[in-house]
């Protein structure tokens, strides 16, 4: 082994990601003597051998033409240590990829020190084994910087391509159960000022902790709101438990105050334990599969996994192709990926494959930014693993919680391009683009968010809410910004249980082929949303373009649904609103400012329901509108509902309310009013031959408003008087409303007989 001593007293202080600006091609063959006159100068080693080790100045550059005296001078401003693995110097490895290369870089990782950076020089090397961060004694772990631009590693068998681990100190068991407290902040005057916090007492002083040190507190509750629980599995054992990272704060003796108050309950065998100091940073490499390894379908591993880990960092890397996941954070505070590209992983469930590119599995605080993922099951996705009560491992307790991913693309998703799971928290998806695939997001869990972003080409819904079971959560999600094109549908959301509501607003989509929204057991606010349906409707089963089913609330302002382009429907005429719930189900549909473009052709009805959906609707329609035959325009408002119908057309306006010649026609009027058993509001803008509503039918029952609007025009609008139309007017006479101008009816009890008028009240 060359002799690393005398480089190893160069002073490092930069040793972790970010410290080294180095390429390994340069190095690669730089291995010169000290008189060399060119190239950079590389300590030797016994017998005049070189070391394999570069001096990098404070600015990661290879001092070059420098000899030795020089190199001892100025060991002050030396920042860095590099040692490359080069197989003339170390045995077992090999560049050409002929053999397998693990056993030797796994040997060489073993002699370096903490902390230092080893550049693989380009090549092919085989990986018959994981490549891990141990030092000589095989179970300690270390810090280390992995640097590789032109190298590929290439995995020949079931293992992962590299395992690199930190871990947790002493366990320590508390006294009592947690305790939320209010820790004084810097600025903090006589006690104001308190930021949430967490005391423990422990049952002995912890040694080393200090301030600013990172712990992991674990409790064997189950995580409300994951997968499998005590609710979704009473009799199981492997649970998704609690756990949470914490900052120290304050160490007073055996009590210790943490930063930040616990957002689980943790109650049974509360345990708590400091992370270690070790990182890594991953940088440059290549990731590849022999043809073999991939196609075995009882082989799957991830090319790289992380775990128990403060910021470790990976970028700049390629996966060409593997037979699992591509990179996977396990319980790590602050992870980074960063510009890299992750492409066809398979993806096969039935055999245990899932080709997830980055799975963030109980990590906190993760950043994935810049990246590109093609042919992937998830392009980032995030899971709560099980585990049996009291395990040792504190890796497997916990939740993902809080990581941002950003401006990346996904092309080609297997499934949906990006997607969380169950007992996950506040991931943020910013300005993400879905290229094709099933579904662009579909989201599980609580309090993610979609800003901005792109969802294209994809046969399924841009924006998906679901659940795996009744126990599982999925709410309090953001959707703000998104752009939509050539999507079957915009939102899909179909859930059980009680789920608070989730906002979906500022959305831009063309090119829908089947629905705005699908909704089914949610409760959704939508907002400012501008729909511009595709030339060709998927309409076979006969479904609304927005639709609930089944105890849903949708309250939605400022919905413009635009068929202009539409020029094929596929079954009959369309449904613009439908809630069609159970007897049992309480649902409601409150559609406020919904413009609707091009209706003539496209729509038989506005409105349909089952018996107990309430609808506060108000519409309003640049096209005239025809209702198909059989239907009536709004079939039931329900108990207390409204419907306000304006329709903004010109000289065709009032086949928005069935005209036949100049009278309204009556049968279908008189089903717009008789079904409806909510109050109704019919607005109209006559032309300058003036319209007429006639012979409206018995209403619904007594007591049911109606209220006739002349919104404006050129002409006015009759109300005819009498039996024949089934009003009863002030002075029993016919009323013209000039534009502007209303009346309010109800249906009453008219002359003793028990039947009833439209009675004007005003």
């Keep these: 082994m060359p002799d690393l001593n005398d480089a190893g007293r160069i002073a490092r202080r930069g040793l972790l990601a970010g410290a080294l600006a180095l390429g390994a091609a340069p190095l690669a063959g730089a291995f010169r003597s000290a008189d060399s006159s060119e ?25 070059t033409g420098s000899p030795r005296p ?75 910087s992995l640097r590789g631009f032109g190298a590929t590693l290439v995995r020949t068998g079931a293992g992962a391509g590299i395992i690199f681990r930190g871990g947790f100190e002493t366990v320590f068991t508390p006294t009592a159960l947690p305790l939320a407290i209010g820790i004084p ?23 080393g902790w200090r301030v600013g040190d990172i712990v992991k507190l674990v409790a064997d509750d189950s995580a409300k709101g994951a997968r499998v629980t005590k609710l979704s599995d009473p009799d199981g054992d492997r649970l998704n438990r609690v756990g949470q990272f914490l900052v120290i704060a304050e160490i007073d003796g055996r009590k210790v105050r943490l930063f930040g108050s616990l957002r689980d309950d943790f109650v049974t065998n509360v345990r708590v334990a400091r992370m270690s100091e070790a990182t890594i940073s991953i940088e440059g490499l290549e990731f590849d599969m022999t043809d073999g390894a991939l196609a075995n379908q009882d082989w799957s591993s991830e090319h790289i996994r992380i775990s128990s880990m403060i910021a ?31 492409q066809r992983l398979i993806d096969d469930p039935v055999n245990g494959r899932f080709g997830y590119a980055v799975m963030n599995s109980q990590s906190f605080g993760g950043a994935v930014d810049g990246c590109v993922f093609s042919q992937v099951r998830h392009a980032y996705t995030d899971g709560v693993v099980g585990s049996a009560a009291n395990e040792p491992t504190l890796a497997r307790y916990g939740r993902p919680e809080f990581t941002s991913v950003s401006n990346s693309v996904c092309t080609a998703a297997t499934t949906s391009a990006w997607n969380t799971h169950h007992g996950g928290r506040g991931t943020s998806f910013v300005n993400c683009t879905a290229i094709g695939g099933r579904s662009a997001f579909a989201l599980r869990g609580r309090g993610h968010r979609i800003l901005g972003g792109l969802a294209r080409d994809v046969n399924g819904p841009a924006v998906a809410f679901y659940v795996d079971n009744a126990q599982a959560d999925c709410d309090s999600h ?14 899909r959301s179909n859930l059980v249980g009680e789920q608070e509501c989730s906002s979906v607003v500022n959305v831009t989509a063309r090119g829908v082929s089947r629905r705005v929204m699908d909704l089914r057991g949610s409760r959704i606010r939508a907002d400012n949303w501008w729909v511009e349906m595709g030339p060709k409707i998927d309409n076979a089963d006969d479904e609304a373009l927005i639709s609930l089913v089944r105890d849903c609330s949708l309250e939605a302002s400022g919905i413009v649904i635009d068929t202009t382009r539409a020029t094929e429907i596929t079954g009959p005429r369309l449904t613009v609103f439908s809630a069609d719930g159970g007897a049992e189900e309480s649902q409601t549909l409150d559609v406020r400012q919904a413009v609707l473009h091009n209706l003539d052709s496209q729509f038989g009805q506005l409105v349909t329901n089952g018996p107990s959906a309430t609808k506060y609707i108000t519409m309003e329609a640049d096209e005239p509108f025809i209702p198909a035959a059989d239907r009536p325009i709004v079939d039931d408002a329900g108990a207390g509902g409204s419907v306000s119908y304006n329709v903004r057309s010109t000289s065709a306006n009032s086949n928005s309310l069935v005209v036949r010649g100049a009278d309204v026609e009556s049968p279908r009027t008189a089903r717009l009013i008789a079904l409806c058993r909510g109050t109704v509001f019919l607005d109209c803008i006559p032309d300058s031959r003036g319209r007429t509503v006639a012979n409206l039918l018995p209403g619904d029952g007594f007591g049911q408003q109606l209220f006739v609007r002349n919104s404006g025009g050129d002409g006015d609008l009759t109300v005819d008087h009498g039996p024949d139309a089934n009003t009863d007017l002030a002075g029993r006479r016919s009323s013209v409303l000039q534009p502007g101008s209303s009346m309010h009816l109800a249906w009453l009890p008219a002359d003793g007989s028990g039947g009833g008028r439209w009675t004007q009240m005003s």
């Design 312 to 342: 470790p960092k990976v970028s700049a890397i390629r996966i060409r192709r593997g037979n699992g996941m591509g990179v996977q954070f396990v319980s790590c505070y602050g992870f980074s990926f960063r510009d890299s590209v992750v």
């Design 70 to 144: 020089r190199i001892l001078a100025e060991r002050r401003r030396v920042d860095a240590i590099a040692y490359v693995a080069d197989p003339e110097q170390y045995d077992g490895i090999d560049p050409t990829g002929e053999s397998d290369s693990s056993e030797g870089l796994n040997a060489l990782i073993a002699t370096l020190p903490a902390g230092a950076t080893l550049v693989i020089p380009p090549g092919r090397y085989l990986l018959d084994e994981p490549l891990q961060n141990l030092e000589d004694d095989g179970t300690t772990t270390k810090s280390l």
């Design 478 to 491: 953001l959707v703000d910004g998104l752009s939509v094109e050539n999507v079957a549908t915009v939102l």
């Design 39 to 63: 190239g950079p100068f590389i300590p030797e080693g016994q017998r005049g051998v070189p070391s394999g080790v570069a001096a990098l100045d404070a600015e990661g550059n290879v001092l």
């Design 185 to 207: 902040g810097q600025d903090s005057i006589d006690g104001n000022n308190l930021t949430p916090g967490t005391e423990i007492e422990l049952r002995a002083v912890p040694p």
